[in-house]
């Protein structure tokens, strides 16, 4: 039967209710509500409703959680309150946990209100349990005011062991009658011993320092290791409190056997890992080894190992042996024999075998000793299919009760999964080894049962549409096809009645990228002649047809451009004697008047030889005239144009530096690169959005131009044309600046655009970088020399020398291979030593071996594997208190705000010169 949790509810607004039931229906708290808007019916459902917990706004018109809190405290102080508000501030945080809030969760961030809820009620019950606890030490102190005959009887007959131990020698100076009979020791034993003998050897280095740090009357000491009399070790939740016992200082302990609920954890944890490995193992050593981890986890599995038999061939192989006797060498193919292995799997019967069990055994003639004999010996056959394949057992040469039934339950429920793991993979293997020659294929290659099932297909035909065999084995094609199954029905009905079908199909990657392949399908007959499958030879077509396509398309562009450089040539005829004669007009001295209509033939002439230009270096690639050009009139230019043309749900923002460095270009080209930036992003925002053109200067040093090819030290003027659209995935980014590559519908663009802009870049010595992520918008930067001739370059002051290491380690992550030795170069430069990892995967093994060591982490923030919210995630529960900088390229801060709140140092934005880096590593080094 579910227990229902429930839940007061303390909000007046009906739609944040609505969001906060949601949240929590979805989770296994099975909960009932009880919403409340004001104090009077707050404070009657508290008596009323009793609620598990309370949720409370933080602001209502007339009633806040601090109100709500100190009722539930007057009222039902045991009960929980969580304060759900929409407020970020550490000091309203602070204030609800001093009044006695529970837990704190943001609206905006809903995701945390589960977990909030359900440790509240775990917190709980474990007050509740604490309580418990300290009530009969409570009653025990009242005992020993009121009598000391009283305060025996409560020691003595306490359902839970308990004992007094000397602060000083920590002897034992008494025990009641539970822990005489829980841990096999007389009373005699007892009084002769400390309380270190009942401990095991590994745990008394940490209960004397525990010891040496408790000066405070802390009454709950968490869960210990002990050890009874006959070696049994056990866990145990202790109470303790301070006493004076005839006249020595000394401590009471009340101690609560928690093994079974430990235990319960440890193997349900345990079940769940071994099914994630036989799901996610790539290999059969790999699955063995996370195998022996996990139960090593749950159960004393020090000496393991994996027997797999054949009945057949009469013959057994150990493919993974640990033991402490025997080594770890794994045993190659031998004969079957007559030890506690065979007699397992031949029973196909799950054995728990004493030392007195196993001579009985020996004595019977129905085993033989085969290596040395172990104290006691547990195994479980591995079935798979009705069927044993070999045999799972455990060991120990020291402890005769290191496993009981519960043990042997354990291994039975996970050994099916572990069975079937290793019948399914030992498949799979000798498919492959069957299918290695095929396998070196150039074609893809695939075989189809007569229905049109997939049974094989080699590597050349997975890695063509981007799947694992384990993805696609079994299916009818419906993965790949975009018309599913239709679309090879009707070559499957070819086949079958001419024996043979050649043709073309659409088919669509793993990635979602459509491609077209070219597929040869024979009909497989038996000896006799009856059909039985299909063979079908197929190849990625797509390619090719799109260069043919590029092809046919650049003749056509060939053409246009002829054409357009024609029209060019005869416009410049039209245009060029209406520009001399305005001109001559105007030195001529025309009349007042005809002065205004002009100047306007004037500026439209110009405008029209602007355009022709344009067209030109479009068609024949002429070269503009360089000329000094003020950023911030480019941009204008382009805000009106923008203004004028765009949709009106696109909102633009200009952000100029009143200082930006005048810059030498061709006007019309750098409008025109500006123009193919901008229209890109009113593409990528068909519903509207904000397009942020920016404009600032940067100076370049040698360590950011080491990171980039294009790029040169010096002054540069940075334009940026930022989007909020659908943003790009990595594998577009790294085609948007090939010819004819585009994104767009057929007809709606060339795929020139950002192509011939990037040329345009480059021809002014300057360069493009691009940011992006998939829903999170665009930044294309345009990096241009300043021009030298107009900078006004000040004075430097006297520099200061860059901060330098004193040898600590720091511990740098990127993908970037240049990145990453560049700034371990730089770093080493200024006396620190380096280690670099190139995915979150391998930092995390890194920082693992060195954790004592690092004394900071550098990381990217978009890796490949694992990302960098993973990647500090990871190393912060390898230790807390991990100092790590974020890096990224992306251009808003703010866009990594998902990041900062796991508690990173700070954020270094790329492109960073060496006096950034050195300085925000050297600050947050220092700090403690």
Not at 114 to 142: C, D, F, G, S, Y
Not at 852 to 867: G, S, W
Request: hydrophobic share 40%; proline share 5%; glycine share 6%.
């Amino acid at each position: 039967m579910k227990t229902e949790t429930r839940i007061l509810l303390l909000e007046d607004t009906d739609s944040d209710a609505a969001l906060i039931k949601r949240e929590l229906s979805n989770s296994e708290l099975h909960p009932s509500f009880l919403h409340t808007k004001t104090r009077e019916h707050f404070r009657q459902a508290l008596n009323e409703f009793s609620p598990h917990v309370v949720l409370a706004d933080y602001e209502l018109p007339q009633f806040s959680a601090i109100d709500a809190l100190r009722c539930v405290r007057e009222s039902s102080p045991e009960t929980p309150v969580i304060v759900v508000s929409g407020r970020i501030s550490q000091d309203v945080a602070s204030a609800c946990f001093r009044e006695g809030a529970a837990g704190y969760v943001i609206k905006e961030n809903l995701v945390w209100l589960v977990p909030a809820v359900m440790n509240a009620l775990r917190t709980k019950e474990h007050l509740k349990e604490q309580k418990q606890a300290r009530a009969i030490l409570e009653e025990r102190e009242a005992a020993i005011r009121d009598s000391e005959q009283r305060y025996r009887m409560l020691f003595e007959k306490n359902p839970h062991p308990m004992w007094v131990f000397d602060l000083q020698t920590l002897r034992f100076l008494a025990v009641n009658e539970k822990a005489i009979a829980y841990y096999g020791y007389t009373e005699e034993e007892f009084l002769s011993m400390s309380i270190a003998d009942i401990r095991p050897p590994e745990e008394v280095p940490r209960l004397l320092q525990e010891l040496a740090g408790r000066e405070t009357d802390t009454k709950h000491w968490g869960v210990w290791k002990h050890r009874k009399k006959d070696g049994t070790l056990i866990d145990v939740e202790i109470e303790s409190d301070l006493i004076e016992w005839r006249g020595k200082a000394a401590r009471l302990i009340l101690a609560n056997d928690v093994t079974e609920k430990r235990r319960n954890e440890r193997v349900q944890q345990a079940i769940y890992e071994i099914s994630e490995a036989t799901e996610s193992s790539r290999s059969l050593a790999e699955l063995y080894g996370r195998v022996h981890r996990v139960i090593d986890s749950a159960i004393n599995a020090r000496n393991f190992y994996i027997a797999l038999c054949d009945a057949t061939t009469a013959t057994k192989e150990f493919p993974y042996l640990v033991d402490e006797l025997e080594g770890t060498e794994p045993i190659p193919k031998e004969p079957l024999g007559r030890g506690l292995t065979e007699y397992v799997f031949n029973a196909e019967r799950s054995l728990l075998c004493s030392r007195g069990q196993y001579e009985g055994l020996l004595a019977t003639k129905k085993i033989k000793q085969i290596g040395p004999p172990p104290l006691i010996w547990l195994g479980v056959p591995l079935v798979a299919e009705k069927k044993a394949i070999g045999v799972m057992a455990v060991q120990d040469y020291v402890n005769p009760k290191a496993y009981d039934e519960k043990d042997q339950l354990f291994l039975e429920y996970v050994s099916t999964q572990i069975a079937k793991a290793i019948d399914r993979k030992r498949a799979e293997e000798k498919i492959r080894e069957q299918a290695e020659l095929i396998n070196q294929a150039g074609d893809g290659i695939s075989v189809r049962s007569l229905d049109g099932t997939l049974l094989f297909m080699n590597l050349a035909g997975l890695d063509m549409i981007g799947y694992k065999a384990e993805e696609i084995i079994g299916t009818r094609g419906e993965i790949f096809y975009p018309e599913g199954y239709e679309s090879i029905r009707k070559a499957l009905e070819l086949v079958l009645e001419h024996g043979f079908w050649e043709g073309e199909m659409s088919a669509r990657r793993k990635d979602g990228v459509a491609i077209l392949v070219e597929s040869r399908w024979t009909l497989l007959r038996d000896a006799e002649g009856v059909p039985k499958s299909i063979l079908k030879i197929f190849n990625d077509v797509t390619e090719r047809k799109s260069l043919e396509a590029q092809f046919f398309r650049s003749q056509r562009l060939e053409s246009i451009g002829t054409l357009a450089s024609g029209i060019a040539h005869d416009l410049n005829n039209v245009l060029a004697p209406i520009l001399l004669g305005v001109q001559m007009m105007q030195q001529h001295g025309a009349p007042e008047h005809l002065l205004r209509y002009i100047r306007t033939i004037d500026t439209s002439a110009r405008r029209g030889a602007s355009v022709v230009k344009q067209v030109l270096s479009f068609a024949a690639g002429v070269k503009g005239e360089r000329v000094q050009l003020l950023p911030r009139t480019l941009v204008r230019e382009m805000a009106s144009l923008i203004e004028e043309t765009f949709p009106k749900n696109i909102r633009l923002v200009r952000s100029v530096a009143p200082d930006a460095w005048p810059i030498a270009g061709d006007h019309t080209h750098l409008h025109q690169v500006l123009m193919n930036l901008c229209v890109n992003a009113r593409d990528a925002m068909p519903l509207g959005g904000t397009l942020t053109l920016r404009v600032e200067n940067i100076e370049l040093d040698e360590n950011y131009a080491r990171m980039r090819a294009e790029g040169e030290p010096g002054k540069y003027v940075v334009f940026e044309v930022e989007d909020s659209g659908v943003g790009m995935p990595p594998e577009v980014l790294d085609k948007i600046f090939e010819p004819f590559f585009t994104t767009k519908e057929q007809g709606r663009g060339s795929g020139l655009g950002l192509s011939t802009a990037r040329s345009l870049v480059k021809s002014h010595h300057g360069f493009i970088n691009v940011y992006s992520e998939p829903d999170r918008g665009t930044s294309f930067k345009v990096y241009l020399p300043a021009c030298p001739s107009d900078l006004e370059i000040p004075l430097a002051a006297a520099a200061s020398p860059l901060p330098a290491g004193s040898g600590e380690t720091i511990l740098v992550v990127d993908d970037e291979q240049l990145i990453r030795e560049i700034t371990r170069d730089t770093l080493e430069a200024y006396g620190y030593r380096v280690i670099t990892a190139s995915d979150g995967t391998e930092a995390v093994a890194c920082y693992a071996q060195n954790v004592d060591a690092v004394a900071l982490v550098l990381t990217d923030i978009m890796m490949p594997y694992m990302d960098g919210y993973s990647t500090i995630k990871a190393l912060q529960r390898i230790k807390p208190e991990v100092k790590i900088i974020a890096t990224s390229g992306f251009a808003a801060v703010d866009k990594i705000g998902d990041y900062s709140r796991l508690g990173i140092c700070a954020f270094l934005q790329k492109p960073f010169s060496t006096e950034k880096l050195l300085g925000m590593i050297h600050d947050n080094i220092k700090k403690t």
